[in-house]
């Protein structure tokens, strides 16, 4: 965030997301389900959902509040978006599956789609400012228009471009298949949204922790108005029979693939909102948090091989040998969760704790290197 002082709230949020993050990917090898009626593993998911949508709109926010020249900023997103892209098919890939066969099975994930958002950016951050937000904001609550989930099979590109995991998987032939997790819609339009919202994190503090208010509770304040009614955004039943969610949990249970109107202000309004009080944020823990907040995509690259191996460890120990589970197709596609495999919630949070304090020096040590440098390399990590 270079061309001013860099804002403790905005390192604070991207760092407790940061941290988060690791919450749902321990879960993944952990084998526990991604919600259900149980109230503690239900709010273990529904912590993270924070993540995304607040990683992306501050992405947004930082390219702006970097200050750098049109040319060089279009230039900066494409490349580095490109960057993404190329990580998330092969290292990223390595690191969820510790297996080398990547023609099997690949997964477009939220670095794939930061990765062409940004390119996607490189034109439309060209245009006014206010432009910019505007075309965030209509993507954000326009996309709801249009169907959830398709009657039939869609298109590879709508699958990409919308649909994500409901468009099924794309056949690439010779046995190589791809799993959209996170489509371009509406993620484009939270990182534009975000981009033009850094003109409002430049105001003078007074007038951006009103704007800030100001935004964040109308979010929240429209998220219960629309989730109450349920007329639009998510407009969906309430769970309810056997195996339901409680009522309080289905309020909560928006959609997240794609992202629905719904989710996107439930979980931008409370972090939007926070951004007065974390400006202020001071202490151990804080500057802790910030640390992860500086170096986001350095910490992202870290954290799935380690939680990948602590996740071998526990095999060891719970079993004494290594499941073959373990290097399947993890996030999406790994199959059943092998009997007796399971973890205990207090036995995720363990490894979660574990992994979150040992990638703290290595991220310190990064933050630190990228406050003395200026290689160009360091803008892509």
Not at 211 to 224: D, E, N, P, R, Y
């Amino acid at each position: 965030m270079s061309g001013q002082a860099r804002l403790t709230s905005v390192d604070l949020l991207r760092g407790a997301v940061m941290v988060l993050m690791a919450i749902d990917h321990v879960r993944v090898y952990a084998g526990v389900p991604p919600g259900g009626p149980d109230p503690e593993v239900f709010f273990t998911r529904w912590v993270t959902h924070f993540c995304a949508p607040v990683f992306v709109f501050l992405a947004g926010s930082s390219a702006f509040l970097a200050a750098r020249p049109p040319g060089e900023l279009s230039r900066l997103f494409v490349s580095r978006g490109l960057w993404l892209v190329l990580l998330e098919l092969t290292i990223i890939h390595l690191a969820w599956t510790f297996n080398p066969a990547f023609t099997t099975n690949q997964m477009a994930g939220v670095i794939w789609t930061i990765g062409w958002c940004m390119v996607l950016m490189a034109l439309i951050a060209r245009l006014p400012v206010k432009l910019v937000g505007a075309i965030g904001l209509v993507i954000i609550a326009g996309h709801n228009l249009l169907p959830a989930r398709p009657d039939d099979g869609v298109s590879p590109l709508l699958t990409l471009l919308y649909y994500g995991p409901f468009g099924g998987t794309i056949d690439l032939g010779r046995g190589w298949t791809f799993d959209v997790l996170y489509s371009i819609v509406p993620w484009i339009g939270v990182m534009a949204a975000g981009y033009a919202f850094g003109q409002v994190l430049r105001f003078e503090a007074a007038r951006r922790d009103r704007v800030c208010l100001a935004v964040g509770v109308g979010a929240i304040a429209l998220f219960i108005v629309l989730r109450a009614t349920n007329v639009y955004g998510d407009p969906r039943p309430f769970e309810t029979g056997e195996g339901a969610v409680p009522s309080l949990l289905s309020f909560l249970n928006t959609a997240k693939y794609p992202a629905s109107l719904q989710y996107l202000l439930m979980t931008l309004g409370p972090a939007i909102a926070l951004i007065p009080l974390l400006e202020r944020a001071r202490g151990a823990l804080a500057g802790a948090i910030s640390v992860f907040g500086r170096v986001p995509f350095f910490y992202y690259l870290l954290h799935i091989p380690l939680i990948h191996v602590l996740a071998l460890i526990v095999s060891k120990i719970q079993s004494g040998s290594v499941h073959p589970w373990l290097f399947a197709n993890h996030p999406m596609n790994p199959g059943p969760v092998p009997e007796g495999h399971e973890w205990s919630l207090p036995v995720l949070y363990l490894v979660f704790a574990i992994a979150v304090a040992l990638l703290y020096l290595p991220c310190r040590w990064f933050a630190h290197l990228k406050a003395r440098r200026r290689d160009w390399w360091l803008a892509y990590l």
